[in-house]
């Protein structure tokens, strides 16, 4: 069953940036805890306040699934409603 591995990046709107800030610990923390969670990374852009790298990967499309539907009920999905997102999902054997 192959991975599914997200790449990406996040642009946050200034307004909001603390509170984005704020709530990635947590995030971050619930994320790695879901089953078929292998890889969970967001990071501040070196040169882009405003920007954060993403790089995830599922063990299963269920997995990543199941995160994607969390996400959407969560305090981090309320909080980033207004922020950008660029990103890629492939399949990785």
């Not at 200034?14 to 292998?38: F, M, S, W």
């Not at 852009?45 to 405003?50: E, G, Q, S, W, Y």
Request: glycine letters at 4%.
């Amino acid at each position: 069953m192959p991975n599914i591995v997200l790449k990406g990046f996040i642009v946050v709107p200034d307004t909001d940036l603390d509170v984005v800030k704020n709530a990635l610990p947590e995030h971050i923390e619930l994320t790695r805890q879901e089953p078929g969670c292998l890889v969970f990374e967001v990071t501040p852009h070196p040169t882009d306040p405003n920007r954060f790298d993403v790089y995830e990967v599922f063990n299963s499309t269920a997995a990543f699934n199941a995160h994607q539907q969390r996400v959407q009920q969560s305090h981090w999905g309320q909080v980033t409603g207004r922020v950008e997102r660029q990103y890629e999902v492939t399949e990785q054997s």
